[in-house]
């Protein structure tokens, strides 16, 4: 048993999900991943306990709005952006198994990562990585995620084209005010329209606002 387990299934608890023993191996293969190969890539700014708290549990924090958001959608598509080291279209995608997703990353080391460690949790055959800048993009996705990628302002109208007409944007960010001086700046400089709401996360044992910001286009 790893040191990290009772807080990762105590923490899945409190968000309301239930994983089987094949999601939880999938996670302790990804963590241990993350962790081999964060001295050598840096990958993410946390070890241990932190890991599985600021980034783990942090990116699955939004699976019930997603449930929502998606629910009666037939075999949906999801678009991580900037997803580094996979974070959070692999939590993600170990939760939400019955949908595809796409990993977009343009740092040719992080492409790497991913793909090992999409091998490694059995995850290759429904979640691809896209080994481009967002801009060369092509395809029409029903959900875009991105999380620690650039501010709103500078980004919404290159997510625009590739999401679908009925598609939703769900946007991880920090403190609410920042949110609000992000979405001004939407409105200022960018020339795609958005209907905006914002869903207030809670992350077990993590003592730091979080907000999912939710764009549907128009
Ligand atoms: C700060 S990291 C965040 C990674 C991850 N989403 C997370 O939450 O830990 C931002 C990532 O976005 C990637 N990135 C930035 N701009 C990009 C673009 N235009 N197209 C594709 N990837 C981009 C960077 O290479 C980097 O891996």
Redesign the pocket.
């Known amino acids: 048993m790893a040191t990290y387990d009772n807080l990762l299934h105590d923490s899945i608890d409190q968000l309301g999900l239930q994983f089987d023993d094949t999601q939880y191996a999938q996670l302790s293969t990804y963590i241990k991943e993350l962790e081999l190969w964060n001295p050598t890539y840096k990958?993410?700014g946390a070890s241990g306990n932190e890991l599985i708290t600021k980034?783990i549990v942090d990116?699955l924090s939004s699976v019930p709005t997603i449930l929502d958001l998606l629910s009666g959608k037939q075999d949906p598509t999801i678009a991580?952006?900037?997803?580094?080291?996979?974070?959070?279209?692999i939590p993600l995608a170990i939760a939400l198994r019955d949908y595809r997703f796409t990993l977009?990353?343009?740092?040719g080391r992080?492409v790497g990562f991913l793909n090992n460690a999409l091998v490694l949790c059995r995850l290759s055959d429904r979640v691809s990585v896209y080994d481009?800048?967002?801009?060369q993009?092509k395809g029409s996705f029903d959900l875009v995620t991105?999380?620690?990628?650039?501010p709103l302002y500078d980004?919404l109208d290159?997510v625009e084209p590739i999401l679908a007409p009925d598609g939703v944007i769900c946007a991880?960010k920090g403190q609410e005010d920042q949110l609000r001086m992000e979405l001004e700046q939407v409105e200022k400089q960018c020339k795609s329209k958005w209907t905006v709401s914002q869903v207030s996360l809670s992350v077990p044992y993590l003592d730091a606002q979080r907000m999912l910001c939710i764009l549907h286009k128009g």
């Open positions: 990958l993410v980034h990116s991580d952006l900037g997803s580094g080291a996979g974070l959070p279209g977009v990353e343009r740092m992080r481009q800048d967002l801009s993009v991105f999380r620690a990628f650039h980004i290159a991880y």
